[in-house]
């Protein structure tokens, strides 16, 4: 499994997962890792938009545009987070 | 409050109260209060009767538990009673000693109770609950925690008390997640009882022969049937020593509150053969959100019973 | 690498010094925290608990017993979890049909013995006994941990029987087992800790295990008890779990009478294994 993910690829939250939301922000746990995840505002605003498949590049671009900051930085913050849930197997890739 | 043993007893043959819910028993229930409330159809119906060995297309959750699909379930204690959760309206009980053994009450007001509560889509924690100033207060963790103990010993102090070890509990109540009371019962070893300066003469045995008891509370101050909003639940570790660099009280940020939570959710592989595990989790989080979540440690020994009902008091009430 | 791995060792003998070991070396980074060791406990009450579904709580010693193989056939054991620490001897405890866990369900077990003249002064230290009244419960057959009647213990009661027993019972067992005497983790820890490892499916480059031995010397799970206490020590002796960690202690410990005993009560099969003087 590469450790990076390109802008091509398609994510969507993993099948085997348990979601809550407290005051607004996610907290995820893989079934089977056993590992809680927190997600902060911006994290918990992507998981909601990862209720569908999607492209990175979409997503990237959706995020630029609801928030202010520079188009690089988001995008690597957006792929950070990714390969973070990707590794905990919270989201699919592919 | 007054006398802790003797008996509410209901009226013979008349409704009694659970959770809420109306319920008609051919099985005494001593420790149940009466029906107070309108004139409903019952909505559980407590029956003597016999059981299948075997139930349809069942599987072996354990040695002593069959579960199907359809929420149906059948417990099994030797030389105790056989039970059958037919339906969420409906338990069937086959005593194999006298009806009137608490020994019989003791897995129906356990296993039982928590599998019918899964099977009403309510939450039922691993917590003993009491309303404090109008808050409800859930005191959770595992067997020997001190859950009951403590329950017990702020019943004692004024609070009223909600229910013990299983603390049912609706999140789709207007207004935030509920606690529905039980009845007025906690059950406690010879040592809890003699912490509290308390004899076990007279009192029901949990089980024959064994030193842990059915402690009952008969003053009108002692229980209500109103459900109560959830504010605040205490995660309770019992240590045997004295450990450095760590709080006694600590309150919990969102994670490791959900995660504590979730360790306490009440006969939680059944749940999940029933499917339930997305939508307990969400409840989780509606608890968390709305209620404050502590960890409480304290020690094996009762030494510090005093200072732990007020900690607890006081983090209520601020 | 499937099944339950089981550390089973008598009370008193290095099994939670294995863990810190085996605890070290999965973490890999040199530090220990004595307060998070890793492993389940074989007889967890909220295991039982969780895989009966039923409180324990309210099942009578009987039924407890008759019940702990059943319950570890109902919850199989996770890939990849930690090995589980046992003082059990296996043996089918009173009421029960079989030893405490299935055999086919039983993967490799390490069966750490030590000098019964060592886990003598230790295991009277830690129950708050006599050191004769030691001696006398090491030479019982019966010999149960974890019961109480008047309020609850965290553990299920565990036949533990006599040192001799207990060590029979497994050398016996027929089971996948790797013994190991606490003596040569002292003497020799890298080999012998390597063994261990190895019976456990893991294989580690030796600067790791000399990395893991290194965090869980003796001196320094003593110092971390002393300065931050240990939450497995026993009410009977609060943060004193640790002992002195050392092989042949008994000499200045034990009296010749109560050494004589011990030779007496369990001579065959410490000769069997090398305690002989």
């Known amino acids: 499994m590469p450790s990076t993910l390109s802008l091509t690829d398609t994510v969507s939250r993993a099948q085997k997962h348990l979601a809550t939301e407290v005051d607004g922000n996610f907290i995820l746990m893989s079934i089977e890792g056993g590992v809680y995840c927190g997600l902060d505002e911006i994290g918990s605003d992507i998981w909601r938009r990862l209720a569908r498949p999607l492209t990175v590049e979409a997503l990237c671009q959706a995020m630029a545009a609801n928030y202010r900051g520079d188009r690089e930085q988001i995008t690597a913050d957006v792929l950070e987070l990714l390969v973070s849930l990707r590794d905990q197997r919270l989201i699919h890739v592919g | 409050m007054s006398a802790e043993s003797g008996g509410v007893t209901a009226s013979p043959g008349g409704d009694l109260f659970l959770c809420g819910w109306r319920v008609r028993s051919d099985l005494a229930l001593p420790e149940l209060t009466p029906w107070i409330g309108d004139d409903r159809e019952a909505d559980l119906t407590i029956r003597i009767g016999a059981i299948p060995s075997r139930l349809d297309d069942a599987r072996d959750v354990s040695p002593l538990l069959q579960v199907t699909s359809q929420k149906q379930a059948r417990l099994s204690i030797d030389g105790v009673a056989s039970y059958w959760l037919r339906s969420s309206h409906e338990i069937v009980v086959d005593p194999q000693m006298a009806a009137d053994s608490p020994d019989i009450r003791t897995f129906l007001f356990g296993t039982v109770l928590g599998l019918l509560v899964h099977c009403r889509g309510l939450m039922p924690l691993h917590a003993s609950c009491i309303r404090i100033g109008g808050k409800g207060v859930a005191i959770s963790g595992m067997s020997g925690a001190g859950k009951s103990t403590l329950a017990a010993a702020l019943t004692r102090r004024g609070h009223a008390l909600v229910s013990d070890d299983i603390c049912v509990i609706d999140t789709g109540a207007a207004g935030g997640p509920v606690v529905r009371p039980a009845f007025p019962r906690v059950k406690l070893w010879q040592d809890s009882l003699e912490a509290m300066g308390l004899g076990s003469d007279g009192l029901e045995a949990n089980r024959f022969g064994q030193r842990k008891y059915y402690l009952r509370f008969a003053g009108a101050a002692d229980f209500h049937t109103e459900p109560v909003s959830l504010k605040a639940v205490f995660l309770l570790r019992a240590q045997n020593v004295a450990l450095s660099g760590q709080a006694e009280i600590q309150k919990l940020p969102p994670m490791a509150a959900v995660a504590g939570l979730n360790d306490q959710i009440y006969r939680k592989r059944t749940a999940a053969i029933w499917g339930r595990e997305g939508e307990l989790f969400q409840a989780i989080g509606q608890i968390v959100s709305a209620a404050d979540v502590y960890r409480l440690s304290r020690r094996t020994d009762f030494s510090e019973l005093d200072s732990l009902l007020r900690c607890i008091e006081d983090h209520v009430a601020s | ?277």
């Open chain 3, 1 to 277: 690498m499937s099944g339950l791995n089981l550390i089973a060792s008598y009370p008193r003998s290095g099994n939670t010094w294995v863990r810190a070991l085996l605890t070290a070396l999965m973490r890999g980074d040199g530090s220990l925290n004595i307060n998070a060791l890793e492993g389940p406990i074989a007889s967890d009450r909220s295991f039982f608990d969780d895989a009966l579904e039923v409180e324990t709580s309210d099942l009578l010693p009987d039924e407890q017993r008759r019940l702990r193989p059943l319950a570890h056939r109902a919850v199989p054991p996770q890939k990849r979890s930690f090995p589980i620490k046992t003082h059990d001897a296996w043996l089918p405890a009173p009421g029960a049909a079989e030893p405490p866990f299935p055999r086919e369900a039983v993967g490799a077990v390490v069966l750490i013995i030590r000098d019964p003249r060592d886990v003598a002064p230790s295991f009277a230290t830690y129950y708050g006994v006599t050191v004769d009244e030691a001696i006398a419960w090491m030479a019982r057959p019966e010999l149960s941990i974890g019961n109480s009647t008047q309020g609850l213990r965290p553990q299920l009661p565990q036949l533990v029987s006599s040192w001799t027993a207990h060590t029979a019972s497994w050398l016996d067992s027929g089971l996948n087992l790797t013994r190991v005497r606490y003596e040569d983790l002292l003497a020799a820890p890298l080999p012998t800790f390597t063994a261990i490892a190895r019976a456990f499916g893991q294989s580690a480059p030796p600067d790791l295990l000399a990395s893991a031995i290194d965090a869980s010397r003796f001196d320094r799970l003593q110092a971390a008890e002393t300065r931050e206490g240990f939450r497995e020590s026993s009410p009977e002796a609060p943060n004193r779990f640790f002992g002195a960690g050392t092989a042949g202690g008994w000499r200045q410990r034990l009296t010749a009478a109560q050494a004589n005993r011990i030779l007496r009560d369990h001579g065959p099969m410490m000769r069997d294994l090398g305690y002989e003087d």
